[in-house]
């Protein structure tokens, strides 16, 4: 019996955990600027140069100490000021469990804020990363009080929630700028839409709420590209909501002649660029989601 492309995925994702590192590694390299900064912000001026616009992200997540969630910080901090004098794009993207929300809530805001004081004086933009639905809340509650101490502060919404569209209504009234997602991690079925074209009726439903609000700003992330086309459409018929709104994309996910096509019709298009050396969490999880990226070789 032939072999189909979906079959060979489940194979791929049932072997993960035993595949060596360095395997994962080499695979995982596309979806990576690098190890250090110098490296990410290299990529963002080639970014730049095709006219796309960058978040950068410190890989880690999960910290198991306050002092690594200081050390996570620290490189924030130093990122937002070699963004700064480096003239590229100032935007980055923090997750909390990074900076110790699992251990230690305040510390962990104590660090956040570290982060967001030093943003507010060279005027980067921050976006809280939305990790499971077990601090959900917490990541909300926590942006909430980032924008207090810095107002250009976002986070992401998850369609894969039920919750999402109600807490979509609630966030566009306080005029939030949010990237909207499916959501990446699993979910139970309580708690989360599991059939892929209701998870897609929830993006469509939460970005209608989000375009048709006039105080809120859109980060549609997705490399969904019949989703993408319905969610043109919807912003097709708003024309008040042209500056917005923008596409997201994770650098390495093959979509670039898409990404082009936005991009010739004026539409702002980010990419959202990890680096660092603790790559392999988050290099497993796109694995897993998308097992496919193992037949995808090199970053074009
Ligand atoms: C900029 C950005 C930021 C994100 N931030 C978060 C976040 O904070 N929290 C969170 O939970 N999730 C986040 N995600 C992940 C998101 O929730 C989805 O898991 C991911 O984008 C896949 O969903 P999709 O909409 O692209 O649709 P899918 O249906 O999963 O993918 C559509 C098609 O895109 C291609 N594709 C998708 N992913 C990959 C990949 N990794 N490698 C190769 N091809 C791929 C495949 O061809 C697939 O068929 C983010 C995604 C982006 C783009």
Redesign the pocket.
Known sequence: MPISASMLSHVIAAVLPVVPKSVIGRVARR?IAGDSRSQAIALLRTLGVHGFVSTVDVLGEDTTSMEQATRAASEYVDLIRDLAESGVERNVSLKLSQFGLRLDEAGAFAELRRVLDVAAENDTFVRI??EDSSVTDLTLDFYRRAREVWPRVGT?V?ARLRRTVLDVEQLAKEGANL?L?????KEPKALAHLDREAIREAYLDAARILLQEPSTYTGL????LP?TERVLREIDKRPHCSNRYEF???I????RTHLLRLRQRNIKVRL?VPYGADWYAYSVR?LK??P??AA?GTRA
């Open positions: 979806y990363d939305m992401v998850q990237r997602c499916k959501g990446i991690y992330a997705t490399h969904d989703l997201q994309a994770l390495g996910v093959p979509i959202y796109r989601e998308n496919d990226m995808c």
